[in-house]
């Protein structure tokens, strides 16, 4: 079956540190993948967007790369700041589909 | 603020019932999606309308259906409510119909608590 797996378990890191998040994928022939990022209560918000045709993509303190062989995408965040603290959803699609699947986010606790 | 908008933030009704949730897209914006997240099912994505018109659906229950206005804006309709029923409800909001190729913009969501 088709699966999106996110390390379940709170990654803690301290200030000024690189985060790097894992998002795995089973099944899937993705054509694009998304991240998100997620505050409690709140709606998810868009970060980056890699095609399958690229292997990294840069935004500021954000990278994330896209390894269609390992069926992996990480991201990273450097410098990081107690205002990253948040959940971060991978999502994806499959070629030829139009919904975006959402794996379950892993949250990032940044210690000051 | 992602410019998507919706109605109410928080509703709390009695198993059995039906509710209505509302969603503004983005000004421009002609494809909506609804998402339900709770805590143990994560963000799951229930349907898709472009323009009017259903494109993609998703675990959305029988009980369940939406609708896509002539203005954009979006109404999902949710009927004979079940105590599993209580999540929260995410409008999104893109601009092209193959969602996947651009970003969504979430609205704040509707707290659905059902009693």
């Known amino acids: 079956s088709q699966k999106i797996e996110q390390n379940s378990e709170a990654l803690n890191i301290q200030e000024g540190k690189t985060a790097t998040l894992t998002c795995n994928y089973t099944?899937?022939?993705?054509?694009?993948l998304q991240w998100y990022r997620q505050d409690p209560g709140r709606g998810p918000v868009f970060l980056l967007l890699?095609?399958?045709?690229?292997k990294e993509k840069r935004k500021e303190r954000l990278k994330v790369t896209f390894d269609t062989t390992l069926k992996q995408s990480l991201f990273h965040i450097t410098a990081s700041q107690p205002a990253d603290s948040a959940t971060y959803l991978c999502?994806?699609?499959?070629?030829?589909?139009?919904?975006?699947?959402f794996g379950s986010g892993t949250r990032l606790q940044v210690q000051p | 603020d992602s410019g998507v908008t919706q109605t109410p933030k928080h509703l709390i009704t009695a198993t059995g019932q039906r509710v209505t949730l509302r969603c503004s897209p983005r000004?421009?914006?002609?494809?909506v999606y609804w998402y339900q997240q709770s805590l143990d099912q994560g963000l799951q994505f229930l349907i898709q309308?472009?323009?009017?018109?259903?494109?993609a659906k998703g675990n959305i229950l029988e009980r369940f259906s939406a609708q896509q206005f002539p203005d954009l804006h979006s109404e999902l309709n949710l009927s004979s409510l079940e105590l599993g029923d209580s999540a929260l409800y995410f409008c999104?909001?893109?601009?092209?119909?193959?969602?996947?190729?651009?970003?969504?913009?979430f609205g704040p969501g509707t707290r659905l608590t059902v009693t």
């Open positions: 999104a909001s893109s601009v092209e119909a193959e969602g996947s190729a651009y970003e969504q913009y």
């Open positions: 099944n899937y022939s993705p054509a694009y």
């Open positions: 890699i095609r399958e045709n690229e």
């Open positions: 999502a994806l699609i499959g070629t030829g589909r139009r919904a975006l699947t």
């Open positions: 000004s421009g914006d002609l494809s």
């Open positions: 309308y472009y323009n009017g018109e259903e494109r």
